[in-house]
């Protein structure tokens, strides 16, 4: 899953590392949700994560996760569904393109299920 970059070059991942606090974390989650960049999200609440591996996750730090990846799957998943209906269509060359397009995207969806675990 390819993250986003800042103006001025920085990852998402670096601005988590700089950000430090669990709480700084929550409130940038939260920010990504808002503007709906939930690949993003993904890699905000996997920092929060790393971050208090040594203490149970609050609800609110749960929900956060849990609507980052529901919101990534839930694309992939969708994506997937009109793939399907591409390969069951009358035209063989559009089914064959589907039919790449699908396991790339099944490699992408067994990739971000096995973050999540």
Same mark, same amino acid.
């Given at each position: 899953?390819?993250?986003?970059? %800042? ?8 601005? +988590?590392?700089?950000? &430090?606090?669990?709480?700084?974390? !929550?409130? %940038?989650?939260? $920010? +990504? ?10 890699? $905000? !609440? ?11 996750? *609050? ?9 980052? %990846? ?5 694309? =992939? ?6 793939? #399907?209906? !591409?390969?069951?269509?009358? #035209?063989?060359?559009?089914?064959? +393109?589907? #039919? &790449? ?5 099944? !490699?992408?969806?067994? #990739? *971000?299920?096995?973050?999540? =675990?």
């Amino acid at each position: 899953m390819a993250s986003s970059a %800042f103006s001025g070059g920085e990852s998402i991942q670096a601005v +988590c590392d700089k950000l &430090g606090s669990p709480e700084n974390l !929550v409130n %940038f989650s939260k $920010v +990504c949700e808002a503007a709906e960049r939930y690949e993003d999200m993904v890699v $905000v !609440v996997k920092a929060l994560a790393a971050k208090t591996s040594d203490r149970p996750m *609050t609800v609110e730090e749960r929900n956060l996760f849990s609507v980052a %990846f529901k919101n990534v799957v839930g694309a =992939l998943r969708a994506s997937w569904r009109v793939l #399907d209906s !591409v390969r069951a269509g009358s #035209d063989p060359d559009e089914a064959k +393109c589907a #039919d &790449g397009a699908q396991a790339e995207l099944e !490699v992408e969806l067994r #990739d *971000t299920c096995r973050e999540l =675990l």
